[in-house]
């Protein structure tokens, strides 16, 4: 389970959360505590442990999940990507960019109105790493268009968590700040 945890965590499609963790997380009623789920599957007539997105909790009681793309969305915005490939669309083709650094934060903005809002911001650097199609993305449009693709498809996975945040009424990105911490 530890191998699978960290490979999945080295892919940033899963995380890494400690019983300790999560039962001061639930103790410290903030936020929606997470765990990885972990389901037993059968593939070649054989039982294999597959790690299937994030459990998302309201005190004790899990009340959803969090999918493979919610689950990286949580993690970009956590600061918490260590590695990735991100699977980028322009027009026809598709290209695997690799993830080298990304970093990620969550603040508080006050605009003119006394709105607060909370701002989440990430940057991410990346390699091609494959490509599948014709264009040529050595040029200056080829480049622009793949890193509006690449930043696209990263916002994607930041509001899919978002809206199933909302849809739980589960605010998952409580304990952000706490996360980086340790």
Known sequence: ???????????????????????NRIAADRGAPLIP?????????EEVLHMSGTAVFSGN?????LDGKETRG?????????QA??????DEDRVGIEVLRASGSISPEIDENGEIS???RTTAKGSIGSERGKRDFTT???VRKLLEAFAGEIEGEIR?????SKELHADVFADVERRREE
Do not use: H, R
């Open 1 to 23: 389970i530890n191998d699978l945890i960290n490979a999945q965590q080295q892919l940033s499609t899963g995380m890494t959360v400690t019983i300790l963790d999560f039962m």
């Open 37 to 45: 789920i972990i389901k037993i599957e059968e593939s070649a007539g």
């Open 61 to 65: 009681k899990m009340i959803g999940e």
């Open 74 to 82: 949580y993690l970009w915005a956590a600061n918490a990507v260590e």
């Open 85 to 90: 490939v991100v699977m980028a669309t322009v």
């Open 118 to 120: 909370m701002v989440i």
């Open 140 to 142: 200056p449009e080829g």
């Open 160 to 164: 899919a968590c978002l809206e199933k």
